[in-house]
């Protein structure tokens, strides 16, 4: 799996977009890039993915470059409750590897008032 | 619909115990993972299961780990003996298409 690159923390005003940024520069055709958080003392929260196109939902919108080697996750009105730890993970979507994640260190996002 | 459910949220052990921690997939799906957060760090997956055969068991510590899933169902994780190093959250996941769903975790500690 290709590895990703994120800041380690960010900062957020309540009400306001977050922007997320990734790299992952060495993605290969067939990875999708996923994105989960963390909540303090909960397991791991499926947010967004995708293979090419931006996608949006009803967490988050997920931009993918043409290139397909950056993204960044979106949270159009942060909460304080969207505190957390957001993990961006390049996965294989076929094969033996398939739906497989490799966590990073991922971003802590802190959403202030 | 139900989530992962695991059992138990806590547990306290000294070492050279042993203990054994139980995973509850979502209903139908039949991929099935453990992984292990030691704090500060991401999850690092240590088996996973499709149906009851074991897939990929490359992480897992397998003088002290081991896993079963016997009817392809519920999933139990045990560790014998514990060192103090194996202290972490050790989290169920489960996938049925190309999402993983995860559950609450268990918190182990080692004394």
């Known amino acids: 799996d290709a590895k990703t690159t994120q800041p380690p923390s960010m900062d957020c005003a309540e009400g306001r977009a977050a922007n997320l940024p990734c790299n992952h520069s060495?993605?290969?055709?067939?990875?999708?890039v996923y994105w989960y958080r963390q909540i303090h003392s909960q397991g791991p929260q499926y947010i967004i993915h995708g293979l090419k196109n931006n996608e949006t939902n009803e967490m988050a919108s997920l931009i993918i470059t043409e290139d397909r080697k950056s993204s960044t996750l979106i949270l159009p009105h942060a909460t304080l409750r969207d505190t957390a730890v957001y993990y961006c993970i390049a996965s294989n979507a076929g094969g033996t590897s398939y739906g497989k994640l490799t966590f990073g260190q991922g971003t802590i996002l802190t959403v202030h008032p | 619909e139900a989530g992962v459910a695991q059992s138990p949220r806590y547990k306290i052990i000294e070492k050279r115990q042993s203990v054994a921690f139980w995973c509850n997939p979502i209903s139908g799906h039949a991929t099935l993972y453990w992984y292990q957060q030691i704090l500060g760090q991401g999850p690092k997956l240590l088996i996973q299961?499709?149906?009851?055969?074991?897939?990929?068991d490359s992480q897992l510590p397998k003088d002290r780990f081991s896993a079963e899933r016997l009817k392809g169902v519920d999933s139990t994780l045990k560790i014998q003996p514990a060192k103090l190093e194996d202290s972490a959250v050790y989290l169920c996941?489960?996938?049925?298409?190309?999402?993983?769903?995860f559950g609450p975790g268990t918190r182990l500690t080692v004394l």
């Open positions: 060495t993605i290969s055709g067939n990875e999708y």
């Open positions: 299961f499709q149906n009851n055969g074991v897939v990929d």
């Open positions: 996941a489960s996938r049925l298409t190309d999402t993983q769903y």
